[in-house]
């Protein structure tokens, strides 16, 4: 049973356009959501996050907005650069466990 | 400021062989946390500590695997004995305070595991 789901395992994005990662869950119970981006051969690194009680939650060039009717929420990036090129993984936490529940990532690729 | 630190960074070993697997939080971190990732699972939390304590060892698959955290600034994994669907990467994870306050964890570089 996957509580947390990252339908596209790949994106391709032009350089500075708009990229739009989503994220779809079942565990209502989460109060957090993470977002984490991981290179190859290093380990996931914090990105933003956002709060159950929160639609939308802003740094820089990123932006987190959760549906919680939906359950859904997405990652924008913009303008993309060719550094965040990575794969981005998704996680929930709270409802009970202090560990991360991880999306499966998708690989974020920005082309010059 | 040195982030999680995890040895070895590669392991090859024979099915059968106890592996152990090392890491080292940040310095200050309360919360410890072990992933497996594998690229039929993704990431999954095979245990946490607080306080140097286990709390949840729900994720961890079999009596083969054990996690020790004997004070602080240590833990280690064990597999024993180690299997060929073992192969996978291992991540140490640590935090200032347990992961559900939303409290962002921060990554080692993982271990990559292969069992031959």
């Known amino acids: 049973d996957q509580q947390v789901k990252q339908n596209s395992p790949s994106l391709s994005v032009q350089e500075g356009r708009i990229s739009i990662l989503n994220c779809d869950y079942t565990?209502?119970?989460?109060?957090?959501f993470l977002w984490y981006k991981k290179y190859p051969a290093e380990g996931p690194t914090f990105l933003i996050s956002i709060s159950s009680i929160k639609d939308k939650n802003e740094d820089g060039r990123f932006t987190v907005f959760l549906n919680k009717s939906a359950k859904h929420l997405s990652l924008h990036i913009v303008p993309s650069q060719p550094g965040d090129s990575a794969v981005y993984f998704c996680?929930?936490?709270?409802?009970?466990?202090?560990?991360?529940?991880f999306g499966k990532g998708t690989h974020l690729i920005i082309q010059p | 400021d040195a982030g999680v630190i995890q040895s070895p960074r590669h392991e090859v070993t024979e099915m059968g062989q106890e592996v152990t697997l090392r890491c080292k939080p940040i310095s200050g971190h309360n919360s410890l946390f072990w992933y497996r990732q594998t690229m039929m699972r993704g990431l999954e939390l095979l245990i946490y500590?607080?306080?140097?304590?286990?709390?949840?060892d729900s994720g961890m698959p079999e009596d083969r695997f054990s996690a020790k955290m004997p004070n602080a600034s240590f833990s280690t994994l064990k597999i024993q004995p180690s299997e060929p669907r073992d192969s996978a990467v291992y991540f140490c994870?640590?935090?200032?305070?347990?992961?559900?306050?939303?409290?962002?964890?921060?990554f080692g570089d993982g271990t990559r595991l292969s069992i031959l």
């Open positions: 500590f607080n306080n140097n304590v286990p709390i949840d």
């Open positions: 565990n209502s119970m989460f109060d957090y």
């Open positions: 996680a929930g936490s709270g409802g009970g466990a202090d560990g991360l529940t």
């Open positions: 994870a640590s935090s200032p305070q347990p992961g559900g306050a939303g409290q962002p964890q921060h």
